[in-house]
């Protein structure tokens, strides 16, 4: 099993920044992959952001590159999603998700952090 907590969420006006994090803890060693999604109240998750944890490649949805940038500290289990020039539209709940060896999917979850981008 692998426990996620996230922090760093909240309230911003359009064009500022925020950070999040995830702090991952139990069995960390086989996380092969974490990544952070984002859903809006009825509408489906969103992937956001992943970066693969033993080389550190990273991939981005088209509504994020260039303004969002995920990093890992492999040490510490510790992901975070560097946020900037935020826009109303990124406003949505953000979790951080696992995905361990030898899985395909991510199975591993946070509670979620809101983040409210004011216009």
């Known amino acids: 099993q692998v426990q996620l907590v996230e922090s760093g969420g909240g309230l911003v006006q359009a064009g500022g920044s925020l950070r999040l994090s995830c702090a991952a803890s139990?069995?960390?060693?086989?996380?092969?992959?974490m990544g952070w999604f984002r859903q809006t109240p009825g509408k489906e998750q969103d992937f956001v952001a992943g970066?693969?944890?033993?080389?550190?490649?990273?991939n981005y949805a088209e509504s994020v590159k260039g303004r969002f940038t995920i990093s890992r500290d492999n040490a510490k289990y510790t992901m975070s999603l560097q946020m900037n020039n935020l826009k109303p539209e990124d406003t949505a709940v953000y979790y951080c998700?696992?995905?361990?060896?030898?899985?395909?999917?991510?199975?591993?979850w946070g509670q979620g952090t809101q983040v409210t981008v004011s216009s």
């Open positions: 970066i693969y944890w033993s080389f550190g490649n990273t």
């Open positions: 998700a696992a995905r361990l060896s030898r899985e395909s999917q991510y199975g591993y």
């Open positions: 139990g069995r960390t060693f086989s996380i092969a992959a």
